[in-house]
């Protein structure tokens, strides 16, 4: 099941990137792992799936040992401070950084460590009270701030689009973070390289593809699973 979910998800991206006129290969596909056993995990590598995107700490750095050493951990969930040093050295790219306490502490584990963390900033575009992230016109202050840490890369900006019925109602919220994220682009800050762009899940990644998206985060569409309604569809 898995890998010809994995193949329907890949063939509806490669359609959004043709009528975008985009090149296929500018969007990495994150199969959302959260809560799925090994096995499902497993299949999904053997099919070629490299990057994984988790929710929960420690379900991170189980897998994190259990699984494959070429596997790319992504963290797509809210993180709390207290565990940014539990993820620090397994994360490829923590997709969450909400506020400038995280990036602070992310900052202080990274340089215990020595190494550099990247990360994306999530923005909050749609403005809802039940979600995380910073508000359109806070994340350039955020940025610059962020940006001299010596021990951070900013590498783009995530959202989490509001859960519609309707995946078109979103494309305005993309637009709108694909617009801001080019403007960033342009300013040429130190410390940031503006290259990721986070957004789009089950329900309406292609949409988010056609606005530009270069990592999608697919759950569902991919593992196949249940889900309460209003909740979104990873």
């Known amino acids: 099941m898995v890998r010809e979910n994995l193949e329907e998800v890949n063939n509806r991206i490669l359609a959004a990137c043709k009528r975008a006129g985009r090149n296929p290969q500018e969007v990495t596909l994150v199969a959302v792992s959260k809560t799925k056993p090994a096995d499902m995990i497993t299949e999904a590598y053997a099919a070629g799936i490299r990057d994984f995107g988790e929710n929960k700490v420690q379900e991170l ?3 994190h040992q259990a699984l494959p050493e070429d596997i790319r951990w992504h963290m797509i969930g809210h993180l709390q401070r207290n565990k940014v040093k539990q993820i620090i050295d397994k994360a490829v790219l923590i997709h969450s ?3 400038l306490r995280l990036a602070a502490q992310i900052e202080e584990e990274a340089a215990k460590r020595n190494l550099i963390a990247d990360i994306l900033l999530e923005v909050n575009v ?3 009270e039940s979600k995380f992230g910073f508000k359109l016109e806070e994340t350039e202050a955020a940025v610059l701030e962020i940006a001299k840490f010596p021990h951070i890369g900013i590498k783009g900006l995530m959202t989490i689009a509001p859960f519609v019925e309707n995946s078109e109602e979103n494309r305005p919220v ?3 973070l694909k617009k801001f994220y080019v403007d960033m682009q342009s300013k040429s800050i130190d410390n940031v390289n503006m ?4 957004m ?8 988010a593809v056609e606005e530009g998206a270069t990592l999608v985060r697919v759950g569902t ?3 196949g699973t249940r889900y309460k309604i209003g909740e979104n569809k990873v």
């Open 61 to 63: 750095c189980e897998k």
């Open 97 to 99: 950084v909400d506020s």
């Open 126 to 128: 749609a403005e809802e």
């Open 174 to 176: 993309f637009k709108k």
């Open 195 to 198: 290259n990721m762009l986070s």
């Open 200 to 207: 789009g899940m089950t329900g309406d990644y292609e949409i």
């Open 221 to 223: 569409g991919i593992f």
